[in-house]
């Protein structure tokens, strides 16, 4: 079945430093939907970028993410991080297996000052 | 942006009781869905719903499980019984249309529910 991977649990950095939190993911849909969602303390969990173009680079409030089919890769990524970016980041992917979305681990991203 | 309402934000229950959580979508949305996250693991899919149906259910949807949305009032889940294993978070999320088609969930906040 479908699934996502997210290989690290917790990534720490200094502020100003750049992003990068890994996803892969394995369907057999041709032409998968993959999520990165943003979860922070005592609120819910809501979307950041999308993506089901190949190849082509999604941004949104500072964030960018590029869907390679060929690696099966949606990695995260921000130039320089911010303090406000300490949160909980899922990436999901909405594969052939229905109206659902199938959600990695989750990495949580603790930035220090 | 569109919010989902979730009641109650917590709760604390006794084994073998029954629990309703009552989940508020986005007004014009038509499929609605259950997560639970049980702490420090991922959100797992429970089941969705739509044009008054369960579409697709995942094995985690046990028998003591359901949901309905009697009259457009709110996407409910119900547990009975309760068992200690279900104790975790359940997030309720809807969404205009499929997630096939690329359409973004929109989540509540969850209900913590703790089974003693």
């Known amino acids: 079945g479908d699934s996502v991977t997210q290989t690290e649990g917790l990534v720490t950095l200094t502020e100003g430093l750049p992003v990068m939190l890994n996803c892969t993911y394995q369907t057999i849909y041709s032409n998968p939907f993959l999520f990165w969602y943003v979860h922070y303390l005592n609120e819910s969990p809501r979307l950041l970028l999308k993506s089901s173009t190949d190849n082509k680079r999604t941004e949104h409030q500072g964030f960018h993410a590029t869907l390679h089919k060929s690696s099966s890769s949606f990695h995260l990524q921000k130039s320089s991080a911010q303090l406000s970016d300490s949160a909980l980041y899922y990436c999901?992917?909405?594969?052939?297996?229905?109206?659902?979305?199938?959600f990695g681990t989750g990495t949580l991203l603790s930035v220090k000052p | 942006g569109p919010k989902v309402l979730q009641i109650p934000s917590h709760q604390i229950i006794d084994m073998g009781q029954m629990v309703t959580l009552n989940c508020d979508p986005v007004s014009n949305h038509l499929y609605f869905y259950w997560y639970k996250q049980i702490l420090g693991q991922q959100m797992e899919f429970l089941v969705n719903f739509y044009n008054g149906k369960v579409m697709e259910k995942s094995k985690l949807f046990k028998d003591q499980f359901s949901v309905e949305r009697p009259d457009g009032s709110y996407f409910t889940l119900k547990i009975q019984p309760t068992a200690l294993e279900d104790s975790a978070v359940y997030f309720c999320a809807s969404s205009l249309l499929g997630t096939g088609v690329g359409n973004t969930l929109y989540f509540g906040e969850g209900s913590r529910l703790i089974v003693v």
């Open positions: 999901a992917l909405s594969g052939g297996s229905g109206n659902k979305l199938i």
